[in-house]
């Protein structure tokens, strides 16, 4: 039985070796040029554009912004949004690590 403060080892869904292959070689990206570069490569325009729009919806609705702003903001889908949204309820917290790290980023960069 599990006590309150024990960490469990995440399991992915998505693991295999490819993923795992893929995951290695970001963590192996050192700046931005280097993500612009590698993920130019790797993905459509449309996928990195998809991507980047989830990330930035998922920090509006964390900042408490409506469906209807981000919508106006983002140009993101009500489905979008909402996917995103269920993602930051009951997803695998990846959104809410990040967006965690990314504040404080900029908190220690004011």
Request: contains cysteine; hydrophobic residues 35%; aromatic residues 10%.
């Amino acid at each position: 039985m599990m006590k309150r403060g024990d960490t469990v080892a995440y399991e992915s869904k998505l693991k295999d070796p490819f993923a795992d292959a893929f995951f290695e070689a970001v963590l192996q990206l050192n700046d931005l040029e280097e993500c612009y570069r590698f993920f130019e490569d790797v993905c459509t325009i449309k996928e990195v554009q998809s991507i980047s729009q989830r990330l930035a919806v998922a920090r509006m609705l964390k900042e408490g912004k409506t469906y209807t702003e981000i919508e106006k903001m983002s140009g993101a889908s009500t489905a979008t949004i909402s996917r995103v949204n269920r993602c930051l309820q009951y997803g695998a917290d990846g959104y809410q690590l990040i967006l965690k790290r990314l504040a404080e980023k900029d908190e220690s960069t004011v």
